[in-house]
């Protein structure tokens, strides 16, 4: 079986004949948030519903990280290597201080209770910038179903004051994020509204300026399915979630091919000595498959 669907000839130099779409670990329920730590050699990925994050470490396999989690789910690390995480349950933005305590970054704006804080990236400055769809309030299988008291934004938590700032709030349900290889451009995704069929559910690309976002454009729509998180290679090409596996999109919005996965893909990023790995959550299970690409997320 082949393990890709090439959309144009160059992506035939991302991916490596041999290198399979592995099954690291199964059995879970909605996986998500994968973030890489070389120095523990180990990557970290939410399983929502079950309250809990997982820990995979090469040759040693999956163990609970950290139960519960507060429904926690997207990840990043910032430029201290420190762990951000988006929770669900508590409705906020917190960072895992090196000695195991939690620091709060957000969760509130205007004085109203966030949503549910989803994805979450930092850029080179320090800011923290993450979205917060509804999609943990609206039931109680990812969180606690509650009464959503602000509409679905992304903001931007200054490094030095921790102020908050709306930078977008005309998309429905804003989601994956992901800045360019230079910080130029913050690429969003859009999953759409809950239990609305004919919901947007789109790529927007925002020019970055300071600490603003202009020009707010959709790029690319994915299809099957929807983007709901995205990582970028050192070319600045976008490695996105959808329905039938990742997507490979260039920077100008083409589609340049596929990773097939056999099961509904929520997420990507990158690891690994060479961060040449894509781990990939989806649905059930964690897969990766090593790549002739590098990705540039922090850190
Ligand atoms: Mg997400």
């Known amino acids: 079986m082949s393990f890709f669907e090439a959309h144009d000839p160059e992506f035939s130099t991302y991916v490596l004949g041999n290198a ?6 199964t059995g879970f329920d909605w996986v998500e948030g994968p973030v890489w730590f070389g ?3 180990c990557l970290l990925f939410s ?14 396999g999956v163990s609970i990280y ?14 201290q290597g420190r ?4 929770e669900h349950g508590t409705r906020r933005v917190t960072r895992t201080e090196y000695d195991g305590s939690i620091t709060v970054i957000a969760e509130r704006f205007e004085g109203k209770r966030l949503n549910s804080p989803n994805d979450v990236v930092v850029k080179s400055d320090g800011s923290i910038w993450f979205t917060d769809p509804h999609y943990g309030i609206m039931t109680n299988y990812e969180g606690y179903k509650s ?33 360019s290889p230079d910080e130029t451009s913050l690429y969003v995704a859009d999953t759409g509204a809950m239990f609305k ?6 790529i927007r690309k925002y020019d970055v300026e300071n600490d603003t976002l202009k020009n707010g454009a959709n790029f690319h729509t994915v299809s099957p399915g929807a983007s709901d998180g995205l ?8 490695w996105s979630s959808a329905a039938d596996g990742v997507h490979c999109i260039s920077p100008a919005g083409k589609l340049l091919g596929k990773i097939l996965v056999p099961e509904l893909v929520s997420n990507v990023c990158f690891g690994g000595r060479a961060k040449h790995q894509l781990f990939i959550t989806a649905t059930t299970s964690l897969y990766a498959i090593t790549l002739n690409r590098q990705g540039v997320q922090s850190p």
């Open 147 to 179: 009464e959503q008291e602000l509409p679905c934004h992304v903001y931007r938590v200054d490094p030095t004051s921790f102020s908050i700032a709306a930078v977008v709030i005309d998309m429905d349900c804003p989601n994956g994020l992901a800045f």
């Open 66 to 79: 950290r139960e519960p989690s507060n429904y926690s789910n997207g990840h990043t690390r910032d430029l």
């Open 20 to 25: 399979p779409v592995k099954q690291l670990a």
């Open 197 to 202: 069929e004919d919901a947007d559910r789109h």
């Open 47 to 60: 399983d929502i519903p079950n309250n809990r994050i997982m820990r995979w470490t090469p040759g040693e």
């Open 83 to 86: 762990l951000i995480s988006c």
């Open 231 to 238: 990582r970028i290679d050192s070319d600045g090409n976008i």
């Open 39 to 41: 120095d523990a050699n």
